[in-house]
């Protein structure tokens, strides 16, 4: 039987965060859905010719669109990476290459494995370094953890147990201690900043990193901050890199999600006037990646048949089928996403669960300041982002950022005023913060 979030509960996860967008959420979740499916094909052949049917999301900005491909993302615990597509350029050109966007999508996932094995061995690498810890107080030296198992007199041994004592009731965190701490003794490259060398020089560093020796280097610090050092080269010794690598590039393979966004801008504008060749060539660099190659990273090499891209854009000026015709077939699912309403931005401040308002609450009871929001202020919240967004560039859901800072202004600057206060955030509160800019229409579009 088939595990895994199914269709409904993927889209029931994701309303928990963004408000609206059926349309983008059910093709998102039927798409994690294959890919669960496929994978449950075990031994079938078929299952190599399963490719994932990749999405473009047509859409102005700030309505939700990057949202709700993170927000899959970490459902699945996959892989995600965005990119701009207007980062890239065709081959022969300065610009960053369009394989980049594949070794950074395993770099993060290299980083996700690892994180995952540490966790496994963090207790461990814990004891090990207490040990190391109660070596240096004891003897005055930084002995490898292998070596913390050689015997100890019986003065030595009581000794070790008061220190011992004391590190865990933590009267020891500020005395100072010398370790011995792994260094790599590469050199420090400095690489001209022109655009499109920070490939190389990311390629040249990990390089370096492998070959050069690495030395040990004795600092001096406190036993709180050389507790966190020795974890850290303790859980290097405890976890298999060559493990992590071969995981990570599977993850990547089956589970990858790479967002690109901006796809619109390097559309080719209509069918009149000369073609922008530059544009092209990136739409076509782009092509072998998303119908599947293999791309070489320093980890080893990445096939990207089975990889979701997800592709956006506000498709303005151009439409979809601007795009080259290649590129657009690789592309199966296309879904329009709304423009935001008032009612919509009264949701996103009330509903989801990171809202806005739940955020500045955070923020604020810190400081033992209690905000309180009435609905009448949401609602007027709401209809100043809406009238904003209409009145000069629709920028979406992030209108309410702008808004929300000009208005809690006050609160936040003189935070010490309202120190144990309840602060009731109500439609008259909102007129009052709110109305000069909104009726200085000049000003109103500066800031807000």
Sequence with gaps: MLTGLTPKETVEKLDEFIIGQSEAKKSVAIALRNRLRRKSLLNDPIQEEIHPKNIIMMGPTGVG?????????????????KVEATKYTEVGYVGRDVESMIRDLLNVAIKMVKHNHEEKVKEKAAARAEER??????????????????????????????????????????????????????????????????????????????????????????????????????????????????????????????????????????????????????????????????????????????????????????SVSDLIPELQGRFPIRVELNSLTEDDYFSILHNPKNALTKQYQALLSTEDIALKFEKSGLHEIAKIASIMNSRSENIGARRLHTVMEKLLEDVSFNADKYVSMEVVIDDEYVKKQLDGVMKNEDLSRHIL
């Design 65 to 81: 669109k990057t949202e709700i491909a993170r927000r899959l993302a970490r459902l699945v615990d996959a892989p995600f990476i």
């Design 133 to 318: 810890i109660l070596e240096i107080l004891l003897n005055g030296a930084d002995k490898p953890s292998e070596t913390s198992h050689v015997a100890h007199t019986k003065e030595d041994e009581d000794i070790l147990e008061m220190f011992r004592r004391k590190l865990h009731m933590g009267s020891l965190e500020e005395k100072e201690i010398e370790i011995k701490s792994t260094a790599s003794s590469q050199p420090m490259m400095q690489i001209m900043a022109i655009p499109g060398m920070e490939d190389m020089e990311n390629q040249m560093q990990s390089v370096l990193g492998d070959l050069m020796p690495k030395k040990k280097s004795s600092k001096k610090m406190t036993v709180k901050d050389a507790r966190k050092i020795l974890v850290e080269e303790e859980m290097e010794h405890l976890i298999d890199m060559e493990k992590i690598k071969s995981e990570a590039i599977e993850s990547v393979e089956q589970n990858g999600i790479v967002f690109i966004d901006e796809i619109d801008k390097i559309s080719s504008r209509g069918s009149k006037g000369s073609p922008d060749v530059s544009r092209e060539g990136v739409q076509r660099d782009i092509l072998p990646i998303i119908e599947g190659s293999t791309v070489n990273t320093r980890y080893g090499s990445i096939r990207t048949d089975h990889i979701l891209f997800i592709a956006a854009g506000a498709f303005h000026m151009t």
